[in-house]
């Protein structure tokens, strides 16, 4: 069965979801390596937003610092990370991340028992600011913020307190103009939710919605035509039913037909004859399926 499916994160992810696996540094102390590959086996997301406490090493609370390493892809550049976690008293208390190239600072964040506290940024390998958010003792109480190198706003994503929950997803042309928006109907992470396409001049080129069960989806021209209108299941890989497209002068460009079901597994099953015209609304092409 297909799985619904999860909260897009299109366009730009957030910072802390880019990262690939950890790669760890040799250690002397064979302790801390036990420890580090612990950390290693859990989420990048741990390690960047939970907190940490009663750390033991050798049976007493850790004070100490632990170095990893890991890449981070930005603009299709590849760069290494040299992570300093600090810990006083047990207590994870800050994460430091630096480019290991040029030693520039990548983020600088602090922790409370209870999780990120304080103001959290991240910045470009060449200084300029690439994300920005606020927390309280592990709860974000302000939108996550995230930018282009010349400073244009690209992202905003807003939370209902817990990083897992986020609600609303929304990215931006460099006009400032609104591009895509992404919005849940519940606190639930897998819940449904809807997502909308806008062009620079605002008309809107696509709207889903997913794991609402069926639902039509629509998508349009530049001017606000109709360029595509179908019945999906859950989302937009569970096709059922007629799926119709249209050339931009508002002729058909072809007529398309799936299972009609409700059962997102039985979708995506070619059905009936499928028609293609050119411009004038001439047919140009057919294909029977049995189904």
Not at 174 to 200: C, M, Q, V
Not at 241 to 259: D, I
Request: overall charge positive.
């Amino acid at each position: 069965m297909v799985p619904k499916i999860k909260f897009p994160f299109r366009s730009l992810i957030v910072f802390f979801t880019l990262f690939v696996p950890i790669t760890l540094k040799s250690q002397s102390d064979s302790t801390k390596v036990e420890f580090l590959d612990g950390i290693n086996g859990r989420s990048r997301y741990l390690i960047n937003c939970k907190p940490e406490f009663d750390v033991l090493r050798n049976g007493i609370l850790y004070n100490g610092v632990d170095s990893i390493e890991s890449t981070i892809e930005i603009e299709n550049q590849v760069y290494v990370l040299i992570w300093h976690i600090i810990y006083q008293n047990g207590i994870k208390i800050r994460l430091i991340k630096r480019y290991k190239a040029n030693d520039r600072l990548n983020s600088d964040q602090h922790f409370t028992r209870f999780g990120i506290n304080g103001n959290r940024q991240s910045f470009y390998p060449t200084g300029e600011i690439y994300d920005m958010s606020y927390w309280e003792n592990g709860v974000i109480k302000s939108p996550a913020l995230s930018f282009e190198k010349d400073g244009s706003l690209r992202s905003v994503s807003y939370y209902d307190g817990d990083f897992d929950k986020r609600v609303l997803y929304t990215t931006y042309y460099k006009s400032g103009k609104l591009k895509f928006e992404a919005r849940h109907l519940t606190k639930n992470e897998d819940g449904p939710f809807d997502e909308i396409d806008y062009f620079e001049n605002g008309q809107i080129k696509m709207l889903h919605r997913s794991n609402q069960g069926r639902q039509t989806y629509f998508e349009y021209h530049e001017d606000g035509k109709l360029a595509f209108m179908g019945d999906f299941v859950n989302n937009f890989l569970c096709p059922t039913g007629k799926h119709v497209t249209y050339f931009k002068n508002g002729n058909k460009r072809s007529e398309k037909y799936y299972l009609e079901t409700l059962d997102q597994s039985k979708t995506n099953i070619k059905t009936g004859t499928w028609k293609f015209y050119n411009e004038k609304g001439k047919i140009i092409e057919k294909q029977e399926y049995s189904k």
